[in-house]
């Protein structure tokens, strides 16, 4: 950040007293600018055993395999937030089930926060932001083409929480 | 927003191409600014049956109890901004457990997250941003004094799952 959003000033980046942090401080109109990581938030749609992915079709990780994900938006629920990217990637329609991963990321400030899911039909199709749009089982999983490394976490955990049985929530970190 | 970070411009409300939200919108350097919800971040601090509560010496809502929590900032992960606040609000030190409750409150645009803790001992003491630090057994937890419904309900939940022996993952919305 250059210039103050709020009076168009330029900013100086120093700590505002009481704070323990450096900021973006406007000294024309007084206001301090935070900066906080961002929610990217998904699900990991399940049809008969088998789990949908989407080929991506915008940088970063081009042509690579992902989960439906994309960022939170202001004015809605992550559970909403989760639904709209499903069906805004992949075309898809599901019933969302129980938040399934959350990972932070702090090299680019993200957390990703997936949902298990299941899909209701199989009239998915490749959105705007998506090349191809496939159902994987597991020995059909492109893990040399898959886009994020918490896609691949994610998918690993529901594959082995399959295996035994259980379904739990995992938090975890890539440092 | 009125002006553009980048270049200091005046920024326009409006959907850009490709897009289905209104974003501000920079004509003179093309730039699109974002704005995403925030996660607050938090822990549940146990010592003996007992949780730990700050009286808030801030606004919103000065002079009533909360958990010890704050805004995520760039550069930690979850768990690091959860053990950042308890020490910056109350002085605490605790062993962090697993993650426990996950509110969104869209009205404000921010999603709510709090960890269980176990206090490591008793020399906690309040941060510039509380009035008083205490311990309140179940029967004592001031409930019409409760900052935050996310607060209230992280209460609930613990208190609950206590009583029938077993810890879940709570996610869920105020709408």
Known sequence: ?????????????????????PRDV??????????????VVGTVPEWEGKLLLCRRAI??????????AGFMENDETAGEAALRETAEEAGAH???????SMISVPRVNQVHLFYRARLQDLEFKPGVESLDV?????????????AFRTVG????????????GAYGFHAEDIK
Request: charged share 20%.
């Open 153 to 164: 976490l994610t998918l690993k955990h529901w594959f082995a929480d399959r295996a035994r």
């Open 26 to 39: 406007c000294d024309a109109c007084g206001s301090v600018h935070y900066q906080n990581p961002r929610l």
């Open 94 to 100: 599901v019933e969302l089930g129980s938040a399934y």
């Open 59 to 68: 940088e970063p990780r081009y042509g690579f395999w992902t989960l439906p």
């Open 134 to 146: 496939a159902l994987f089982e597991e020995a059909g999983i492109p893990w040399k083409e898959i």
């Open 1 to 21: 950040m250059k210039f103050c959003p709020n009076c168009g000033a330029s900013v100086a980046r120093r700590v505002p007293p009481g704070d323990s942090l």
